[in-house]
Structure formats: structure tokens, C-alpha cells
């Protein structure tokens, strides 16, 4: 676990105390923060667990990835929308250590992710990071990192260009918006290795994709899995 993780668990502990970081409720040691009543009723999408399912088939024809999952559905107008909202703008970093932590477990039961090396955050431009305050993704891999027992490389990849944000545009617009637009600068970190990619949340995948593209191309030796903490598929497609 990285210096930083340490940190981190230790201020969510110090901040949060026993509060549920969903509903504000009691909960106990060990639940991540997260109330029982809570984890019952989060829209998990159960494709953690899946070797085929909607998450992988998004990259069908983009990129060739090992594994791909997201945790739980990100839903219109819901409290889980609003979950991420909360940690994405609203600066509460500790929430989604938390979430990565469940995830990380979820990826861990699951078996199919027993391989993997290295943790690498989608990164934001470092303007983004200097208005946001932090990489909402580096929180979430760091809390799936302390579950699964592999490091974190937030350095290796980087964004070239602080394009503008993905929320409001067409599908067609966001592929357009995220050409080249990632580069691998320390390649001996991540040589051979299989990598996870981590985000936030994934639409069309096309943010996630440029990324994969950008690791595939500067290190055509390793392999790729994919992990976001939610997506929008909808449940109808399982």
C-alpha cells in the first residue's frame, strides 16, 4: 500500500468516524464506510463476476482488453448519480477511496482479475487537477490497490492536453475529443505488465479507449483490463 493510501484510510476514518459515506447512517469496521442498507440497495451490475458482459463488449472492435467490468449502474436523477457528483465536484475525495475499496474486494472475490500488476488511474491534465483539487480515478484505484494488493502508477501516463469535459457531448463528439490525446512516459514501469485501467464513470468508453490505445502503443508487450466504478449501460442490456 502506498504512502499515500495510508493517508488516506486514515483520514476517511478520522473524518467519516462510524457515518454511513452514502446515507450518513451507523455502520461498522470492515463495511468500507458503507451501511448494510446501502449495500443491498446499490444497483450493482454484477459484470465484476462476468468474463463476457456489456462493459467488455463496449471495447469490441476499439481495443483488445483482458477484462472489463463496472461495479454499478450510474443512474439518471439517483443517489447514486449523486455519489459520484459528490467525490467527482464536490471534493469529497474520502468517497470514492471508499467505493474503491468495495470495488477492489468485488475484483478480488471475483477471480478474474488475480493477474493483474499495476493500477494506473486515468489522469486528468494537471489544470484540471490544480481547479478539481485531485484525480477523482487516483482515489478509486488507490482504494481498489489497498484491497487487491498491487501498487498504484499514477506517473507512467499522462494527458497531453486539457480537452474539455465529455459530460455534455454527442457520442460522436467525445470520440473526436479524446484523439491522442494520452502518452506513456516511463515505459520500463509498466513493460510486460498486465495493467488496470481505472475510471470513474464510462459512457461511450471512448476516454478509456484513447488511454488504452496511447499503453498499446508505446508497449505493445502488455496487457489491458478495464475497471469503472460505474457506467451508464442500462440494465436492460443484461
Not at 449502474?73 to 467527482?88: C, D, E, P
Not at 478474474?112 to 493500477?119: E, H, R, S, T, W
Request: aromatic letters at 8%; glycine letters at 6%.
Amino acid at each position: 500500500m502506498s504512502m499515500l493510501g495510508n493517508i488516506l484510510r486514515s483520514l476517511s476514518s478520522l473524518i467519516y468516524g462510524d457515518g454511513c459515506i452514502i446515507c450518513g447512517d451507523h455502520t461498522h469496521k470492515g463495511m468500507h464506510s458503507i451501511c448494510t442498507k446501502c449495500r443491498l440497495e446499490i444497483p450493482l451490475t454484477h459484470f465484476y463476476s462476468k468474463e463476457d458482459n456489456p462493459v467488455k463488449e463496449r471495447f469490441d472492435g476499439f481495443v483488445a482488453v483482458e477484462h472489463a467490468s463496472a461495479m454499478f449502474f450510474y443512474v439518471t436523477n439517483s443517489r447514486w448519480q449523486g455519489l459520484v457528483h459528490r467525490f467527482k465536484y464536490s471534493g469529497k475525495w474520502q468517497i470514492a477511496y471508499s467505493m474503491g475499496r468495495w470495488y477492489g474486494s468485488l475484483l478480488k472475490e471475483s477471480g478474474l482479475y488475480a493477474d493483474i500488476d499495476v493500477i494506473v488511474p486515468v489522469p486528468l491534465h494537471p489544470i484540471k487537477i490544480l481547479k478539481r483539487g485531485y484525480n477523482q480515478s487516483r482515489y478509486i484505484a488507490e482504494g481498489m490497490a489497498k484491497e487487491m494488493g498491487v501498487k498504484v502508477d499514477a506517473r507512467s501516463v499522462r494527458r497531453l492536453r486539457n480537452n474539455p469535459s465529455q459530460a455534455r457531448n454527442t457520442a460522436t463528439a467525445r470520440w473526436a475529443n479524446v484523439e491522442s490525446l494520452f502518452g506513456v512516459r516511463r515505459t520500463e514501469a509498466l513493460r510486460a505488465k498486465h495493467i488496470l485501467v481505472v475510471d470513474d464513470v464510462l459512457t461511450t468508453g471512448a476516454t478509456i479507449t484513447s488511454c488504452i490505445q496511447a499503453i498499446k502503443a508505446a508497449l505493445p508487450d502488455c496487457r489491458v483490463s478495464v475497471a469503472a466504478l460505474s457506467t451508464t449501460i442500462r440494465r436492460e442490456r443484461m
